[in-house]
């Protein structure tokens, strides 16, 4: 077989678009400085900034004020939980960005945590969330529950669980990074308070995102008056200028996108249950994004790494998080929904973009076939 090079990973990363690499360019050369400064070039700087911050908060329906620059969906995540609550609510199946932040702050006696228990296939119930948060009445809480899982894709009925944070007065914060660029927001008819974007998942530049506030958010990094003292630091120009172009395209492109994606993955799981019989789709079909498909694969308790064989010939993948790369512990979502190690040792993680086709996913198929080999589960 004649290896190639396929990326199924865009939950990971996306690739940069080329129109977003083109306005970032003038930001990265002649047009520098300091967005503080208050000479011309300072201001022109400004300028774009301010601008960015406008098309994003259009295109997801907020206010312009309500947009944070941060260096990506993980410091969006820490600052939103870094708020001063006694209690953080959550799920075992978060990104580690909320996870480790909430044990972080529970070793330091800052706040306590609850976990919702997640089902089989990755559900969370809205009736135990309402449970735990009637037993903290009276307590500073906040509820932290992403809108798309980033390992199975599951995407939650966010506003559902949102409700019920609002109905008793507690905020909510939801991990959106796997979300905004992927499905269209409306954050002023929605009952979240803070969310986190990041915007290499929608075909930005890496180290840029920003956190959506609807209420005021607590500084996490100190020391100058940008992003009205919320957010300290020199601010990514280029980036940001990034950000926003990426996001205007995905808007634009969002629905044939979709289509796409939908169509790669309906393709990919027939022809590897026609090839692997014993293979399994890790989640609820009815719930996962078009994007992502996560596949428990049969293999034996000794079978060597599925991932390793498939970056020899050329397929990027993943086996959860890629925060987690290089980690040799199980993924922490497929353990929170009760699998057993053998199952989570053989669970990839493909997920399509605009360039992926048909063809990059025949020739996976025969890697996989190649790998595997004869199911040892039937």
């Known amino acids: 077989m004649m290896y190639r090079q396929v990326y199924l990973d865009h939950a990971a990363s996306t690739p940069t678009a080329p129109e977003v690499f083109e306005a970032m360019t003038p930001y990265l050369l002649e047009k520098y400085g300091n967005a503080s400064s208050a000479h011309a070039r300072g201001r022109e700087l400004r300028a774009a900034v301010e601008q960015a911050r406008r098309q994003i908060a259009e295109l997801i329906g907020a206010a312009p004020s309500e947009i944070i620059f941060t260096s990506g969906g993980t410091e969006a995540d820490n600052q939103a939980l870094c708020g001063g609550y006694e209690y953080i609510v959550t799920s075992p199946m978060e990104h580690h960005a909320v996870l480790h932040a909430a044990e972080h702050l529970e070793r330091w006696g800052r706040s306590q945590t609850r976990y919702l228990t997640p089902s089989e296939d990755g559900a969370l119930s809205v009736?135990?969330?309402?449970?735990?948060?009637?037993?903290?009445?009276?307590?500073?809480?906040?509820?932290?529950?992403?809108?798309?899982?980033?390992?199975?894709?599951y995407?939650?009925?966010?506003?559902?669980?949102?409700?019920?944070?609002?109905?008793?007065?507690?905020?909510f914060h939801s991990d959106m990074?796997?979300?905004?660029?992927?499905?269209?927001?409306?954050?002023?008819?929605?009952?979240?308070?803070?969310?986190?974007?990041a915007a290499h998942k929608f075909n930005g530049p890496k180290g840029v995102g920003f956190l959506y506030a609807k209420k005021a958010a607590a500084p996490l990094i100190c020391g100058g008056s940008q992003e009205r003292n919320v957010r300290a630091g020199t601010e990514n120009v280029a980036g940001i200028v990034g950000m926003a172009?990426?996001?205007?395209?995905?808007?634009?492109?969002?629905?044939?996108?979709?289509?796409?994606?939908?169509?790669?993955?309906?393709?990919?799981?027939?022809?590897?249950?026609?090839?692997?019989?014993?293979?399994?789709?890790?989640?609820?079909?009815?719930?996962?994004?078009?994007?992502?498909?996560?596949?428990?694969?049969?293999?034996?308790?000794?079978?060597?790494?599925?991932?390793?064989?498939?970056?020899?010939?050329?397929?990027?993948?993943?086996?959860?998080?890629?925060?987690?790369?290089?980690?040799?512990?199980?993924?922490?979502?497929?353990?929170?929904?009760?699998?057993?190690?053998?199952?989570?040792?053989?669970?990839?993680?493909?997920?399509?973009?605009?360039?992926?086709?048909?063809?990059?996913?025949?020739?996976?198929?025969?890697?996989?076939?190649?790998?595997?080999?004869?199911?040892?589960?039937?």
Not at 155 to 171: M, P, Q, T
Request: aromatic fraction near 6%.
């Open 245 to 378: 172009k990426a996001l205007q395209l995905t808007y634009e492109r969002m629905d044939e996108t979709e289509a796409h994606t939908r169509r790669l993955k309906d393709y990919f799981w027939g022809r590897l249950k026609e090839a692997l019989p014993g293979v399994r789709m890790n989640g609820d079909p009815a719930r996962c994004m078009p994007s992502t498909l996560n596949v428990a694969f049969p293999i034996d308790d000794d079978e060597p790494m599925l991932l390793m064989h498939l970056d020899i010939r050329g397929v990027c993948a993943s086996g959860g998080s890629a925060c987690s790369s290089g980690s040799v512990k199980p993924s922490h979502v497929l353990s929170a929904m009760g699998m057993t190690p053998k199952r989570i040792a053989g669970s990839v993680r493909f997920s399509f973009g605009r360039e992926n086709t048909t063809e990059e996913l025949d020739y996976v198929v025969e890697c996989l076939r190649s790998i595997v080999g004869e199911p040892a589960w039937a």
């Open 127 to 153: 009736t135990e969330l309402e449970k735990i948060l009637d037993e903290l009445r009276g307590k500073r809480v906040l509820v932290s529950l992403m809108h798309v899982n980033n390992e199975i894709g």
């Open 155 to 171: 995407l939650y009925n966010i506003e559902e669980f949102a409700e019920a944070a609002k109905s008793r007065g507690v905020d």
């Open 177 to 197: 990074v796997q979300s905004f660029g992927h499905i269209r927001a409306n954050m002023t008819r929605s009952k979240v308070d803070y969310a986190a974007a």
